[in-house]
Each structure stands twice: as structure tokens, then as C-alpha cells.
């Protein structure tokens, strides 16, 4: 029976170590996660039209910013901003940094919309 015990105590602490080990890790408040970062630069900035250029959060929160890339590497960023930022507590101010992408010289970049944009008219 006292070896059943430790069986069962044995099976528990390593179902509880396995849990622990696999659960998402910390993301501190406001973060700007270094892969993230390392996607957002490496994703593609080409473009022919303003369409080909979307807006990408360039950290866990508004607040951080966006950055305009093309279409087709925002996916990629995306996968990575969902695994990054999944439990990233951020906070609630409010933050005008969201920029309207376009392409210019086939390069995308974003201009910072007007403040006006963020009120309803």
C-alpha cells in the first residue's frame, strides 16, 4: 500500500511538471517580444500597390506600434504575434499609433493616421 502511495505521488509530480513546463510563458506588460521583433524585420516590404501593404502590430499591445509590410509576410507575423502575445497582459491608455499602409517606390510604409480618425464624427 505505502509503495502504491508513492506510485501515485510520482505520477502526479511529473503530470504537474509536465503541465508546468508546456503552459505559455510570461509575457511582461506592454511587451515587444524579440521574436516578434526578428519577424516584423525580416518580413518582406515589397509591394506594386497600396493593397499589396497591410499593418502589423510591431508588439503585444497597441501601444507599441505598427509597422507595413506586404500582405503575404503579415501571415507569417501574425502566427508569430499569436504565439508571442497569447497571454500578454497590456494596458488600457489610449495610444495613436495606428498607421494607414501604402506603397511607395515599391516599398510599403505607413503614415500615421490623423488624430481626428480615432472619434466618431
Do not use: H
Not at 21 to 47: E, F, H
Not at 72 to 94: D, G, I, L, S, Y
Amino acid at each position: 500500500m505505502k509503495n502504491m502511495k508513492k506510485t501515485y505521488l510520482m505520477i502526479f509530480a511529473a503530470a504537474l511538471l509536465a503541465a508546468c513546463s508546456s503552459a505559455p510563458q510570461k509575457v511582461g506588460i506592454n511587451a515587444m517580444p524579440v521574436k516578434l521583433n526578428k519577424a516584423i524585420t525580416a518580413a518582406d516590404k515589397t509591394c506594386q500597390t497600396d493593397a499589396d501593404c497591410v499593418a502589423v502590430k510591431k508588439g503585444c499591445c497597441e501601444c507599441a506600434g505598427y509597422e507595413a509590410v506586404n500582405v503575404k509576410a503579415a501571415e507569417k507575423v501574425q502566427k508569430v504575434w499569436n504565439k508571442e502575445c497569447q497571454m500578454a497582459p497590456c494596458t488600457r491608455e489610449m495610444c495613436y499609433v495606428q498607421i494607414t499602409p501604402k506603397c511607395e517606390n515599391n516599398v510599403c510604409t505607413g503614415e500615421l493616421k490623423p488624430m481626428d480618425s480615432y472619434f466618431g464624427k
